[in-house]
């Protein structure tokens, strides 16, 4: 998908994105899309856009994102609700339990609690009664880190395990609609993290024909196993639930303080700016 220099980073094809049941071009192997107009030839390697010079992207890359945590400012809330659960369930919580059982899969967590199977209804509907979805802020400047990497050539989606009725809404509200091509959510797989399947479900709408043609970025650990498990390179957020050390020994490649210090580092290392 190129993007040219007189193009903004809202200015993205308006096709809607990929999801479970769209399969990508036959010819191109990415999601379909609107047709789009070609960059100019020039010498070499190099892109001139505003502000500088861009690196031609390697367009067959891919980066897919963890939603809460990583986009979303999401983990206070999180924690708040959890200690509602355990509290109603009679069960012992505090940050350290938190920290201890976190899992962005509901039914390990809730294993780790010691929230029995026969409870889970019970834990969703005092869930369903405390957290609020539509009111967790968006991580200050992500949008526009979004945006920078699209422009920049990369397909973005998102991998996570929230429901698609909670989280599809707030794509718009963020302003990161268009931005995020590939889309697979907790109901869109029977397995979850940190099993393999929902992230490469993501590699297969994407067109991705090798998983290290892509990146993912998430901020929990079952993210990095993941991503390990489906030998995709992943790219460790920092956050409540685990340190950077945390990250690497779940088999992050590196991480960093928030998605917005990552995409300022990586877009550094392909670009050069005059």
Known sequence: MNVTPEDSPSAFPSAGPAEVGERPDATSGRPPCAPRRALPK??????????????????????????????????????????????????????????????????????????SEDRDGEAHQIWTATFRSDHMPPFLGIEDALARLAATGYTLGLVTGGDRADIEPQLPRLGIDELMRVRVYADDTAEGKPDPRPLQL?????????????????????????????????????????????????????????????????????????
């Not at 010498?43 to 980066?63: H, V, Y």
């Not at 659960?85 to 509901?106: A, H, K, M, V, Y």
């Not at 991503?227 to 990250?247: E, F, N, Q, W, Y």
């Open 202 to 274: 993501a590699l297969e709408l994407a067109g991705v024909a090798q998983p290290d043609d892509a990146l993912y970025v998430g901020d929990a650990l079952d993210d990095m196993r993941m991503a390990a498990a489906a030998g995709v390179r992943g790219i460790g957020i920092v956050s409540m639930v685990a340190t950077a050390d945390d990250l690497l020994g779940a088999g992050a490649s590196e991480s960093a303080g928030s998605v917005v210090e990552w995409a300022d580092r990586f877009l550094g290392e392909s670009t050069s700016v005059e």
């Open 42 to 115: 020039l010498s070499g390697a190099w892109r001139q856009a505003r502000g500088g010079i861009w690196l031609e992207p390697d367009l067959r890359r891919t980066i897919l994102f963890d939603w809460d945590g990583t986009i979303v400012d999401s983990m206070p809330a999180i924690l708040q609700t959890e200690a509602a659960i355990c509290r109603q369930l009679g069960l012992p919580f505090d940050e350290s339990i938190f920290r201890q059982t976190f899992s962005p899969n509901w039914r390990l967590m809730n294993r780790a609690l010691g929230i």
